[in-house]
T-cell receptor, first 112, second 109 residues
Framework: DSGVTQTPKHLITATGQRVTLRCSPRSGDLSVYWYQQSLDQGLQFLIQYYNGEERAKGNILERFSAQQFPDLHSELNLSSLELGDSALYFC???????????FGPGTRLTVL | EDQVTQSPEALRLQEGESSSLNCSYTVSGLRGLFWYRQDPGKGPEFLFTLYSAGEEKEKERLKATLTKKESFLHITAPKPEDSATYLCATGDSNYQLIWGAGTKLIIKP
């Protein structure tokens, strides 16, 4: 158990809908990262927050957005969902930038 | 351009047959070399961090080593439960992790 929690574990929705994924980092970690992993693909970095502020953006679509709250938990919002958005979404946390990241169990999103 | 390359893409071994996985990197100043294990449908599990050439770290049947251009993950007398995808990553100049594509390791009993 890495100490990073993610909810929900599974999410099934329809095209065009909007969903919110939630992540709670390890106690003491200030950085939160979001990744997308499609079937049999590598990890695609989406976005990073550090202590409430956005620090880096990767291959994140405009339909996707995220935020980190004062209690350091983070939410990833996915809107106007498409079939191709079906994937595992992982959250990771670290003490700061450049340190090892610890991953949550992921949310499996299925868009029908 | 910063890059991480892992080889082989897949490796099939018999139980007890030792081998090594390779992770080569080209970055402008190494900021940590990280190894992870990922089981299907699960989040990557952190294994090791290496910072300096010549550094080695061990955990059970795994040993990670680092040179100036690559890292090796040595697996000694593996068991079927060691089957997983092994990922390596390194930090770039913006302290973001650059990930390799992974090596899928299959250990047959």
């Amino acid at each position: 158990d890495s100490g990073v929690t993610q909810t929900p574990k599974h999410l099934i929705t329809a095209t065009g809908q909007r969903v919110t994924l939630r992540c709670s980092p390890r106690s003491g970690d200030l950085s939160v990262y979001w990744y997308q992993q499609s079937l049999d693909q590598g990890l695609q970095f989406l976005i990073q927050y550090y202590n409430g502020e956005e620090r880096a953006k990767g291959n994140i679509l405009e339909r996707f957005s995220a935020q980190q709250f004062p209690d350091l938990h983070s939410e990833l919002n996915l809107s106007s969902l498409e079939l191709g958005d079906s994937a595992l979404y992982f959250c990771a946390s670290s003490v700061g930038q450049g340190y090892e990241q610890f991953f949550g169990p992921g949310t499996r999103l299925t868009v029908l | 351009e910063d890059q991480v390359t892992q080889s082989p893409e897949a490796l099939r071994l018999q139980e007890g047959e030792s081998s090594s996985l390779n992770c080569s990197y080209t970055v402008s100043g190494l900021r940590g070399l990280f190894w992870y294990r990922q089981d299907p449908g699960k989040g990557p599990e952190f294994l090791f961090t290496l910072y300096s050439a010549g550094e080695e770290k061990e955990k059970e049947r795994l040993k990670a080593t680092l040179t100036k251009k690559e890292s090796f993950l040595h697996i000694t007398a593996p068991k079927p439960e060691d089957s997983a995808t092994y990922l390596c990553a390194t930090g770039d100049s913006n302290y973001q992790l650059i990930w390799g594509a992974g090596t899928k390791l299959i250990i047959k009993p």
